[in-house]
């Protein structure tokens, strides 16, 4: 009945901060493909699913801080080179949470967006 994930809506206040983040630090592409809506936001594909950044100041969804806080609501992106990913962190000076031997079995790294919303990145450990 379910076929996969589709998208991800993620709150944010300020739309150019947030695609700076999205676009400059971690290297995602802007789609092209968000319809005219009569809202500001941004979208991003990443393979099949996207991530849809919104700007809804009464969104009840905004953490109010950057802290990391990895039990907090978040979304985990798949990455094939982890690497890359803390590079591209580094080199922007982002602050993140690295866990390289995670008791998931996966390495993990937290981040936050300019609103605090949680992202985690997971790769395989390579063996």
């Known amino acids: ?20 983040f999205y676009s400059e630090v ?24 996207q991530i849809h950044l919104i700007v809804h100041p009464p969104a009840k969804t905004v953490r109010g801080t950057r802290q990391i806080d990895t039990r907090d609501g978040h979304f ?7 690497q890359a990913v803390i590079r591209r962190l580094e080199g922007h000076q982002w ?19 300019p609103d605090g919303n949680v992202i985690e990145f997971n790769a395989e450990i390579p063996r």
Request: charged share 25%; hydrophobic share 35%; no cysteine.
């Open 1 to 20: 009945m379910y076929e996969s994930l589709h998208h991800v809506a993620v709150i944010v206040t300020d739309l150019e901060k947030a695609k700076h």
């Open 26 to 49: 971690l290297g995602l592409q802007e789609s092209e493909r968000r319809p005219a809506f009569d809202f500001p936001g941004a979208w991003y594909e990443i393979g099949p699913t």
């Open 76 to 82: 985990a992106l798949r990455v094939t080179d982890m």
């Open 95 to 113: 602050e993140y949470e690295n866990r390289p031997k995670s008791i998931t079995g996966w390495h993990q790294l937290f981040v936050t967006d």
